[in-house]
């Protein structure tokens, strides 16, 4: 059974920094991408990060400069630095496995990053 767990969410004042980790467990981690994204109140969810199985990383505009993903396969964990938290950025931020291949997409169950004075 696949699951994957986030954790390191919390309460932050602007400027300051997190750091989001995702623990995956029952897949071959090594053969997917993995992503984080993010859903705000009366949003949709969208895009914060991704890495591919070959670490190459993309990242929405809105983060650039500010966040970075990487992973650690032989953990089986992902992980997102937040630098420069805005309180644009509260969300609640969402750990996200793929593998196109076979159309395998698996979540988290999300961890809440509030970011406010």
């Known amino acids: 059974q696949v699951q994957l767990v986030e954790s390191g969410g919390g309460l932050v004042l602007p400027g300051g920094s997190l750091r989001l980790s995702c623990a995956a467990s029952?897949?071959?981690?090594?053969?997917?991408?993995m992503g984080w994204y993010r859903q705000a109140p009366g949003k949709q969810r969208e895009l914060v990060a991704t890495?591919?199985?070959?670490?190459?990383?993309n990242y929405a505009d809105s983060v650039k400069g500010r966040f970075s993903i990487s992973r650690d396969n032989g953990k089986k964990m992902v992980y997102l630095q937040m630098n420069s938290l805005k309180p644009e950025d509260t969300a609640v931020y969402y750990c996200?496995?793929?593998?196109?291949?076979?159309?395998?997409?698996?979540w988290g169950q999300g961890t809440q990053v509030t970011v406010s004075s």
């Open positions: 029952g897949m071959s981690f090594s053969s997917y991408a």
């Open positions: 996200n496995a793929n593998r196109g291949w076979d159309r395998k997409n698996y």
């Open positions: 890495i591919t199985s070959g670490s190459s990383t």
